[in-house]
């Protein structure tokens, strides 16, 4: 897995992380946070859509972006993925083609379901979409009970709506599907306590991956706003320098850990790792 990490700030691109040998050609995924104004802004796009012309681009509206150590407002954090040895396939549908959430997530479930897949990671719109009854939808037939991660777009400036895309300007009610496939791909996940210090993990959690994405959730406890960066510090000081950390602040995060395997975490980071052999 190679990895090169962009930053739109203050109108002007800055490089944050570039891979030895990373070709943008050969980019099959590109995840983008962001604030929804800059997001939404046609030469943001164009310049990403030129940039990685063969992947597949991502975007969410945040409550924070997430980039190594620090969290900003009012940028775009771009983190694009080379993989070597996986296969990515994206999906996304619209609220509005669906009777319920659930509906959705069972319909994106089917598009991604084949017998090598690993895991998914879901970005949802939260302005129209029930975060639980969509997870149970994607739960519904996963059979070989894979990892489903993801989170719950963010706003900001505290508008009424979040926006998600897949390789189109980012709008509302769309939620996007990421299936990860084959052997050579590790993901893990785990829930970070920032009283704690500590990382509760599952799956098969790497001590030191090579990206880990940060989905935490701000919503419902603005008192948490003060330590968003003393809490992505600390996960970062358990990974090391070593891992190419990215997320962003949320309405909701997913993870497996829900015990009842349907509703998304609040009030907590969740962190979903990749490693590729």
């Not at 891979?19 to 939404?40: H, K, N, P, W």
């Not at 009012?74 to 993925?81: G, K, N, R």
């Not at 994607?138 to 979040?162: E, L, Q, V, Y």
């Not at 299936?179 to 500590?198: D, M, R, S, T, W």
Request: charged fraction near 15%.
């Amino acid at each position: 897995m190679k990895i090169q990490q962009l930053q739109y700030i203050d109108k002007s691109w800055k490089i944050h992380m570039h891979a030895e040998d990373f070709d943008r050609m050969q980019c099959q995924l590109v995840l983008v946070f962001g604030e929804s104004s800059l997001i939404t802004d046609a030469a943001v796009f164009n310049y990403l859509e030129r940039g990685y012309p063969e992947a597949h681009i991502i975007f969410s509206s945040t409550s924070g972006e997430i980039i190594h150590t620090d969290v900003f407002d009012s940028s775009v954090v771009v983190t694009a993925i080379q993989f070597e040895n996986t296969v990515v396939h994206c999906f996304e549908t619209n609220i509005y083609r669906h009777k319920t959430s659930y509906d959705a997530g069972q319909y994106l479930m089917q598009q991604l379901q084949q017998s090598d897949l690993s895991a998914a990671f879901i970005i949802s719109d939260k302005t129209h979409i029930e975060g639980s009854e969509l997870k149970a939808g994607f739960n519904a037939n996963n059979t070989n009970r894979i990892p489903i991660t993801g989170g719950i777009a963010g706003d900001g400036c505290g508008c009424t709506k979040t926006l998600v895309g897949l390789n189109h300007l980012p709008a509302e009610g769309v939620i996007a599907a990421v299936g990860f496939y084959g052997k050579q791909i590790q993901v893990g996940h785990g829930l970070f306590n920032l009283n704690k210090q500590c990382i509760e993990t599952g799956g098969s959690q790497s001590n030191n991956p090579d990206l880990a994405i940060l989905v935490s959730c701000i919503g419902n406890n603005p008192g948490l706003r003060n330590r968003t960066e003393e809490e992505v510090r600390a996960v970062n000081d358990i990974f090391g320098t070593a891992t190419c950390t990215t997320g962003f602040y949320s309405y909701g995060d997913i993870s497996p850990f829900n015990t009842d395997n349907s509703s998304p975490h609040h009030q907590t980071m969740t962190i979903t790792t990749f490693t590729e052999f």
